[in-house]
């Protein structure tokens, strides 16, 4: 599901959300329940996306290409920079940004392991976007919180 907020101004587009109004379901051949999956994702936290590859397999790649479908390439392009996988409770987070362009283009994926969703959130070009999973209620991280909170200059949760 696409979310934009009209907190951040922002207008749903028509095309945006019939194209993602599929995103109900867990993508095919992914398992995010299977405790595999999760014990991969623990053991990857405080690695970076260059020294482990939870952005490109595992529950979270698959998690992420599968609400961001075709915005997938311009998404990455803003975790060029970033910090490690971490954990915050029960979830699993990164943040980052574009080389040289942070204050434009940032990001930050939150999976959560109890409600087995994702939230997804970027800074694109100076606009804000949400999608997240239907029902992902759970708090972005303190950390998430607070780049979001800079970004537009109000608190995200």
Known sequence: MWMMTKKWGLALGAAAALALAG?????AGVDPNGQ??????????????QDA??????????RM?????????AFMQNLQVTGPLSKQGSVYYI????????GQNAAAVALDAKSNTMRIW???DGQPRVVQDPG????????????ISNAVGTPAS
């Open 136 to 147: 992902a209620a759970f708090s972005w991280p303190k950390d998430v919180n607070q780049m």
């Open 65 to 73: 290409q599968h609400l961001l479908g075709e915005h997938r390439t």
């Open 95 to 102: 943040t980052g940004n574009r080389q040289h362009d942070g």
């Open 23 to 27: 995103c109900q379901t867990t993508p």
């Open 53 to 62: 590859a939870f952005l490109q397999q595992g529950v979270m790649a698959a």
């Open 122 to 124: 970027w800074l694109q």
């Open 36 to 49: 595999q999956a999760w014990n991969q994702l623990q053991a990857q936290v405080g690695q970076y996306p």
